[in-house]
């Protein structure tokens, strides 16, 4: 079935500093999502992208179907910006149907 | 608006017993999806309601139930319980056929089972 494959499964980043996630895709997909977990369990939206790339603040999104595979750039690393991170890709088969990445749990230490 | 609301947000269930989780959204979508979500794990979808019809995902077929009264509320329904059943459930909606299918999240209901 589709897969989407999410690296790095955890990541360890200083206040200040930056960092890259990836989500490769086994197959063309019409679009991503990622999410912020919060503590409490809920999925933040963070970004959608159909091509391209979004910025929303200290947060950075590329999409590049045609290689398969999208990034989340964090500059400047928050305390508050601690928490698991997901990925997920539609197919775009009319469906609507998301598959999520296993995930990426961020630490941010002072 | 972007809000998916959710009820209750915390629910302890009894083995065996029955559980009915509610989802709501006023943004007029056409979809309404529920995930089942664990510790450690991704997001696994159970089942979506495009308009009226209903789709379950065949590994959960058995196990959920839904209902969608109205464009706005949707439901899920767990005729008895088991153990296995504790988990975080989210409700999303999304919009079909337009140029973004991006779907929302609600806050979750986290499900203890004892």
């Known amino acids: 079935g589709d897969q989407v494959e999410q690296s790095p499964s955890a990541l360890s980043l200083h206040e200040g500093t930056g960092s890259a996630l990836r989500c490769n895709f086994t197959t063309t997909m019409r679009a991503v999502q990622w999410f912020q977990q919060n503590s409490r369990g809920s999925l933040i939206n963070l970004f959608y992208?159909?091509?391209g790339t979004k910025e929303n603040g200290r947060l950075k999104s590329t999409f590049n179907s045609k290689e398969s595979y999208s990034t989340l750039h964090i500059r400047d690393a928050q305390l508050e910006d601690s928490g698991t991170y997901f990925c997920a890709a539609e197919r775009g088969t009319n469906t609507g149907k998301l598959t999520f990445g296993d995930g990426t749990v961020l630490t941010v230490k002072p | 608006d972007t809000t998916v609301k959710q009820n209750p947000r915390y629910k302890l269930a009894r083995v065996g017993k029955p559980v009915n989780l509610i989802c709501s959204q006023t943004?007029?979508?056409?979809?309404m999806y529920w995930y089942q979500k664990k510790p450690n794990q991704a997001p696994k979808l159970l089942l979506f309601?495009?308009?009226?019809?209903?789709?379950r995902e065949a590994d959960t077929f058995e196990k959920f139930q839904s209902s969608r009264p109205n464009n706005s509320f949707c439901s899920l329904y767990i005729g008895s319980a088991g153990l296995e059943y504790s988990a975080m459930y989210l409700c999303?909606?999304?919009?079909?056929?337009?140029?973004?299918?991006?779907?929302?999240f609600g806050p979750g209901t986290r499900l203890t089972v004892l």
């Open positions: 992208l159909a091509s």
């Open positions: 309601y495009y308009d009226k019809i209903l789709n």
């Open positions: 999303a909606s999304s919009r079909w056929g337009g140029s973004s299918y991006e779907q929302y």
């Open positions: 943004m007029n979508h056409d979809t």
